[in-house]
């Protein structure tokens, strides 16, 4: 029997867009729902190559919950500023060291 070759690693670089936020409206006369989106797009090997993606996602609508709370409910002043340190903290976790 020949021996086997290591499986060939392979690392492709794509580009991508984090869906921040999706608030879907009531139902229009025609039917359909006003959608307003919040996106970040990502630049081909921004973020390291071992970053869970449904784990960034998690991290960050909670982030926006959390200031959507802050911000309307409770309307603290600094929500905003806040809620931006910590987003800038959590894309620096996830992003590569060429991406800084």
């Known amino acids: 029997m020949p021996a086997r070759k ?3 690693r392979v690392r492709v670089k794509a ?3 984090i ?12 039917g359909y729902h006003q959608v ?3 996106l970040q797009a990502i630049e081909a090997g921004h973020l390291l190559a071992d970053t869970d ?10 982030l926006f919950i959390a200031l959507m709370r802050e911000a309307r ?10 809620s931006w340190a910590a987003y ?6 996830a992003q590569s060291p060429h991406a800084r």
């Open 6 to 8: 290591a499986p060939r």
């Open 15 to 17: 580009c991508a867009k």
């Open 19 to 30: 869906n921040l936020s999706l608030g879907v409206g009531p139902a229009r006369a025609d």
């Open 36 to 38: 307003r989106t919040v």
């Open 53 to 62: 993606p449904d784990q960034l996602v998690f991290e960050l609508d909670g």
């Open 73 to 82: 409910f409770l309307r603290d002043p600094h929500a905003t500023d806040r």
């Open 88 to 93: 800038e903290r959590v894309i620096r976790s």
